[in-house]
């Protein structure tokens, strides 16, 4: 059973900092690409970064310069270092495999940007 728990959310301010971590179980971690979406109210969920297994990365334009995705392929971890946050930025974060359709999601973890 695929289990995919996200963590580090909270509230901040712009300017500020934050470091999300996922920890996956259930599938072979080192050998997928992982990604770290977003979801803002009334918006569609969206792909922010991706790194594959050999740590090659992606990332929107929205983030790029701004978001750094790593992994630890010993445990099971992906990361997404979130600098210089926006108000924008602000939505529930949860990691995924990018390219695995129907894939349950866990319950991600709120990040928002606030004044």
């Known amino acids: 059973q695929v289990q995919m728990v996200e963590a580090g959310g909270g509230l901040v301010q712009p300017g500020d900092s934050l470091r999300l971590s996922c920890t996956v179980s259930?599938?072979?971690?080192?050998?997928?690409?992982m990604g770290w979406f977003r979801q803002a109210p009334g918006k569609q969920r969206e792909l922010v970064a991706s790194?594959?297994?050999?740590?090659?990365?992606n990332y929107a334009s929205f983030v790029e310069g701004r978001f750094i995705i790593s992994r630890d392929n010993a445990k099971n971890t992906v990361y997404l270092q979130m600098n210089s946050l926006k108000p924008e930025d602000t939505a529930v974060y949860y990691c995924?495999?990018?390219?695995?359709?129907?894939?349950?999601w866990g319950q991600g973890t709120q990040v928002t940007v606030s004044p």
């Open positions: 995924g495999r990018p390219f695995v359709v129907g894939e349950s």
């Open positions: 259930g599938f072979i971690f080192s050998i997928n690409v």
């Open positions: 790194i594959t297994g050999r740590g090659v990365t």
